[in-house]
């Protein structure tokens, strides 16, 4: 005679569970879309930083040229102004002054004094091409592989001759401590998440700045997802 009641019981039941099934569903959905989101602002924000603070080396190197081009200057007087630069802008790894044939005459490192760079790959692309090079952790990994980009400019004479190249570098744990340093800040913002791990990838796929280990792995060799999808160049999570 309660067989009915039985019925209404287990039914109301089934549909309460799948009323919770839903709500944890779209709960799911939601915080992972909110989650998603949030990376992928904090990623862009952090690369516009990185481009801020590459930008603002180009124009140093520039500034450097302009000013040590054009009139005689003696290496001591150089030295001083890579000394300056470099007490200025720390983010600065080493900053060195190579002569025309090759030879560092000025350098922030007394022990790259004397070096000849005449073979290297910044030196040879600036006296060919004569114009500002900038090289990444790929090509500067076989030469130094703490540096994570390096700028290289032409200096010229007052009648036109090159005169020397300036050579300028900065290693992935300075790049990192500037580009990073608001990051704490992101992270307490993004209320999802206790901690933001991160990796910034060489055109090739190493990850020579990595928060979780110091090991640069090629990511896109080992056919990490989003490693993988960086290669589209488009924004996403």
């Known amino acids: 005679p309660y067989s009915w009641f039985t019925k209404v019981i ?7 569970f799948l009323g919770v099934s839903a709500s944890l569903y779209f ?15 904090t990623a862009h924000a952090i690369a516009t930083g990185m481009d801020q603070v590459l930008y603002e080396r180009h124009g140093d190197i520039q500034l450097f040229a302009a000013t040590v081009g054009g009139k005689p200057v003696q290496p001591a007087d150089i030295a001083y102004i890579l000394r300056s630069f470099k007490e200025a802008y720390p983010v600065y790894s ?9 030879r560092v005459v000025a ?6 004094l004397g070096v000849d760079v005449s073979r290297t790959a910044w030196f040879r692309d ?10 990444g952790y790929d090509a500067l990994a076989s030469e130094h592989e703490r540096f994570a980009v390096a700028f290289s400019a032409p200096v010229w004479g007052r009648n036109g001759e090159l005169v020397g190249i300036v050579h300028t570098s900065i290693t992935a744990k300075s790049l990192e401590e500037v580009v990073f340093s608001s990051l704490s800040e992101i992270s307490k913002e993004l209320s999802l998440f206790k901690n933001v791990e991160y990796q910034v990838l ?8 990595d928060s979780t280990s110091g090991l640069k792995d090629n990511l896109r060799a080992l056919g990490v997802t989003s490693a ?10």
């Open 10 to 16: 287990v039914t109301a039941i089934a549909i309460a």
């Open 27 to 41: 709960l799911q959905r939601h915080l992972v879309i909110h989650g998603g989101k949030s990376l992928q602002v």
């Open 94 to 102: 080493a900053l060195s002054f190579a002569d025309r044939q090759g």
């Open 107 to 112: 350098a922030t490192d007394s022990s790259a």
């Open 126 to 135: 600036t006296v060919k091409t004569g114009m500002i090079g900038i090289m």
């Open 202 to 209: 060489s055109g090739t796929g190493i990850a020579f700045i």
């Open 228 to 237: 993988v999808l960086a290669e589209s160049r488009r924004e996403g999570w």
